[in-house]
C-alpha cells in the first residue's frame, strides 16, 4: 500500500464542518450540535424583538468578516442574512443565566453553521451536557467520574469504551454512528505507542470520540474538532460491518496518529512559531502575521511552491495538513517496530530539521497540560 493512497484519509474540518447534519436548502439556516444521540434538541421558538439588533460578540463580527471570502454561505447576500437570523435565535441564550451564552457561532475559528455550546453545563445542574442525559432540564444529577447509562456501550465495544476512559480519559460516545470493538481498540493500542503515551494522558485536547454518521473509510476516516475537544470517526455504518482488516486497522491507526498532530499543534504550537516552520521547513511562502492566531486564514492557503518537498500530496492542502501529515509520517516511522503488522503501510520520511522540531514538540507536551 503506497502512502498516496492514503492521501484521501485525512480531514481536519475543511471545507465543510460536520457536527451535524449539513443544513440544505429549506433547512434552517444553522442548527445546534447534538451533543449525544439520546438528546434531541427542544424545537427553540425566540421572537425577542430586543435580540434582532443586538450586537454580536466583536470576536465573532471579526470572524465573519475575516472569512467572508472563504465560507459560502457568508459569501451569498440571502444565504448570510437567512444565517445571521438564524444564529441570532441561539447565540444570546443564557438558560442558567451565568453569563456564558449557551451557544456559539464561532466554531474551529470561523463562523459556523452548526451552533456548539459554549457552556460546559448550559442547564446548570452541575452535570457537563454531554454527561447530563437531559442537557436542558436541571431536575436530574448524576455521580461524576461513571460513565452514564445514556452513553454506555454493551459488549465488546462496551469493554473498549471503558479501557479508554479508565486508562486515557477519552469518552467513546455514540452519536450519528455506532462505535465498533475494531476502531476502539485500534486507538487505544495507537495512543499506547511509545511517543505518543507518554504526554497522551496528560492533553486535554482529546476527550470526546463520536461515531459520525456520515464519515467514510474511504474519504474521511477520522476528525479532529478542537473546540468539542474531539475526534470524530466511522463506525458500523461508515465501515459497513462490524470487523475492519488488517490494512484497514493500519490505515486507521495512521489517520488517528494524523488527527494528534492536529491535536498536538492546537494544544502547544504558537501561530508564530508554525509561521516560522513552516516558511523554514516546509516550503511554505507566509506573510508574517500582526496577531496570535492558530486559525489565521493564511494557514488555510494551499502550498504553492512546486518544489518544496512534502511526505504527501495532501500535506500540499494547508499548512495544519502539512504539519498533521508530517507529524503522522515522523511517528509513524519511529515507531516501526511497534506497528509490525503494518509493514506494508509506508509512510514518507520528513527532514531532519522537522525531526528536531516534533522532538521538541513532545518532549514540551509532556511537561505541558494541553
Ligand atoms: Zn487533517
Redesign the pocket.
Known sequence: MKFSNLLLF???LWPSLTYAEEPHDASPACARFRVHLAQELPAEKVDDPTLRNRPFTGELEKAINGWKERIEFLQDDTERARWLQCIRQFVFLDTNKNGIPDWTALVDGRPSRTLFPLDPDIDGDGVPNLFDPDPYDNTDGLPHGVIPAHLSLTGESGLWQKKLWLDLGILAINHTDEHLADTLATIYSTLQLDSVRKWKREVRGINVLYAFGHRSPEMEAAA?HPTANAISIPGRGGFGGNHLSTTQKCKFASSIL??LG?ALLFGIVSSDELREKAVDSGGWNLPPISNNNIWSPIFFESLNVQKAKVVSDYARTNV??WF?ESFAAYIWNKEQSSISDCQQLHHGQVSKKLKVWFETLLTRAQTRTL
Open positions: 485525512y480531514f481536519i479532529y494524523h488527527e492536529h495544519h495538513e498533521a
